[in-house]
């Protein structure tokens, strides 16, 4: 595409490549159109957001491009100057593989910068934006790290950020998500990594196997047929269904937990109740959502969490507002 520039307003700036990856329920999609959004208020006219994902439901790895720029875009970015990531988990040698050197990582993480150094030459921004959005009550993590954004990477401000935040209509009580976004940004630490090297070129693994009648199909598509029942996507999770046994009814005639989970997680047993099998629960809510008797509580994390019933109480329903 070569070095053109994009204007902004009669200043001039480089195009930026901007790639988000996060967890399906994060709010990575709406976090890249949310940020060119922003954009727009500030000035710039030439942008394309563009998302990524599969067929999993919430918890699944989704990732979204974010090009800013004067030319059209149709592809897949590959090698951004940006890398948001909202999950810590998915930090890796893949998920940073094709940054550029001198690249901006932010990361959804409580740990600090000088942790994250071993991924190369890179500036490193981390904030708990989870904690932040628990902190305000809200159910994503978008909008508090991009507060994280504004303050690394200088392409948005805060104002245009709030502005781009109030015009969304996904994102419910923007007040809060524009707190969230101010804290994010006050609390987030950089720091330049000191390794010059950088993290080895990741190549994706090649399936050797094939069949030979199969050859001439092979040139236009790959099927790979394997057991699924080894990968535990338990750890995709944000947030973890917790049971109330108290308040749960063992329902047996069509429990609407069982019924309703795509994980096929709920497991009902005929003098226990119901059990959640955690690896692989991937934390969708539904089974919380469908429960009549608000049995089911979605608490922050991937380990089991004491609950005390009158937590339940304060559970918000959306249908009752």
Same mark, same amino acid.
Not at 19 to 30: D, L, M, Y
Not at 55 to 67: I, K, M, Q, T
Not at 116 to 129: E, H, K, Q, R, S
């Given at each position: 595409m070569g070095e053109k520039w994009a204007r902004n307003g009669g200043k001039e700036m480089k195009p930026k490549r901007i790639? =988000?990856?996060?967890?399906?329920?994060?709010?990575? !999609? #709406?976090a890249s159109i949310l940020l060119g959004k922003a954009l727009l208020a500030k000035g710039i006219k030439a942008m394309l957001s563009? %998302?990524?994902?599969?067929?999993?439901?919430?918890? &699944? %790895? !989704? /990732? &979204? =491009?974010?090009? #800013?720029?004067?030319? /059209?875009?149709?592809y897949a970015i590959t090698k951004p100057d940006f890398l $948001?990531?909202?999950? %810590?988990? +998915? $930090? /890796?040698?893949?998920? !940073?593989?094709? +940054?550029k050197k001198n690249g901006v990582i932010v990361i959804n993480t409580d740990k600090r910068p000088e942790d =994250?150094?071993?991924?190369?030459? =890179? #500036? #490193? &921004?981390? $904030?708990? &934006?989870e904690q932040i959005a628990i902190d305000y009550g809200i159910p994503a993590v978008n909008t508090a790290i991009l507060g994280a954004v504004a303050k690394s990477s200088g392409v948005i401000s805060l104002e245009n950020l709030a502005e781009a935040i109030i015009k969304i209509e996904e994102i419910p009580k923007p007040e809060r998500n524009i707190a969230a976004a101010k804290e994010a940004f006050s609390q987030t630490v950089i720091a330049r990594s000191t390794i010059n090297a950088k993290i080895a070129e990741v190549q994706p693994k090649q399936n050797k196997e094939y069949d030979p009648n199969l050859l001439e199909m092979t040139k236009f598509i790959t099927i790979t047929l394997t057991d699924t029942s080894d990968v535990y996507t338990g750890c995709w999770r944000v947030n973890r269904p917790v049971i109330d046994k108290a308040l749960c009814k063992k329902c047996k005639n069509n429990p609407r937990c069982e019924l309703f989970c795509p994980d096929m997680a709920v497991i009902i047993k005929n003098d226990c109740g119901v059990e959640i099998d955690y690896k692989y629960c991937k934390g969708?809510?539904?089974?919380?959502k469908e429960c009549p008797f608000k049995a089911i509580l979605m608490v922050p994390g991937t380990e089991a969490a004491e609950i005390k019933n009158s937590d339940f109480g304060a559970v918000e329903d959306d249908n009752e507002k």
């Open positions: 790639r =988000f990856h996060g967890r399906g329920g994060q709010g990575t !999609v #709406i563009m %998302p990524w994902f599969g067929v999993e439901r919430r918890g &699944a %790895p !989704v /990732s &979204a =491009f974010l090009y #800013i720029g004067t030319t /059209s875009a149709r $948001v990531i909202l999950h %810590p988990a +998915l $930090v /890796s040698p893949e998920v !940073v593989q094709g +940054l =994250f150094f071993y991924l190369g030459p =890179f #500036i #490193i &921004a981390t $904030v708990n &934006a969708c809510g539904i089974c919380a």
